[in-house]
């Protein structure tokens, strides 16, 4: 698909979805935090995890500018 088709949200949310696979070994490392208290996870449970995630994704979209 032509990127020029795509809808303003279409075009963000791909470019979100490049960031965050720059940033897999944070997004695993969240994902396995998640995972493990799932059953009884509670509010800031995986910040630390979370915030390690969202500077990486936007140091990705720092970057892309």
Known sequence: VKRSLLMPQER?????????????????????CVSAQAESITKNACSKEF????????????RAK
């Open 12 to 32: 963000r949310i791909l470019k979100y979805a490049t960031y965050l696979a720059a940033c897999a070994p944070e997004a695993a490392s969240y994902g396995q």
């Open 51 to 62: 915030d390690l995630l969202n500077q990486c994704v936007k140091k990705q979209k720092a």
